[in-house]
């Protein structure tokens, strides 16, 4: 059985992100939506949101469900039996951010890196960017998934007021 583990921070997921699991699930058995620490990033969203936010992103994929990663990357992909990690990349940024995390959990584990390229009708949408617009008082209902605009203008209010 082939299992792929597609990891990010998700914070938020966009339609960039449901695109790549989508095609990952036709490439592979199992795709398991690995939500991660990235050292450096603090989120907006709680990992309980980015976790229920995807659930709901993903709920018509049989083949697809959403886990943790509670330390190392490569060690999670051990626990679930998954030989590939699966990235999409948007452009040369994306790929020289992404090149020495693959190169380095080659280097941990031997997992493989499979990059697709972003889907043309997404390859402007990045997690960063949604949170910028929505900052600023833009409309990101058209890039995220059913529900991400509402929890994303929710907390960037309550972020405002303090909470
Ligand atoms: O969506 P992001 O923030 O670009 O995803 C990066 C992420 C979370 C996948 C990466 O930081 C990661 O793998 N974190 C888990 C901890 C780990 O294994 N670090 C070593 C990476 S080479």
Redesign the pocket.
């Known amino acids: 059985m082939s299992i792929a583990v597609c990891?990010?921070?998700?914070d938020p997921v966009t339609l960039g992100h449901l695109d790549v699991v989508r095609r990952g699930a036709e490439l592979f058995d199992e795709v398991v939506v690995a939500v991660?620490?990235?050292?450096g990033?603090a989120p907006l969203l709680s990992l309980d949101e980015r976790v229920a936010l995807l659930e709901r992103a993903v709920a018509d994929l049989a083949t697809v469900r959403v886990a943790v990663?509670p330390?190392?990357?490569?060690d999670f992909c051990t626990q679930v039996g998954a030989t590939v990690l699966l990235k999409g990349l948007r452009g040369g940024g994306d790929y020289d951010?992404e090149l020495?995390?693959a190169w380095?959990?080659r280097h941990l584990s031997g997992v493989e890196t499979l990059f697709l390229p972003a889907g043309r009708q997404v390859s402007h949408i990045a997690?960063s960017l949604v949170k910028d617009v929505a900052r600023h008082g833009g409309r990101i209902e058209d890039l995220v998934p059913d529900g991400v605009a509402e929890a994303v203008m929710a907390r960037l209010g309550a972020t405002r007021s303090g909470d």
């Open positions: 990891p990010g921070s998700f991660a620490t990235h050292a990033k990663v330390g190392l990357l490569v951010a020495p995390m380095m959990n997690s």
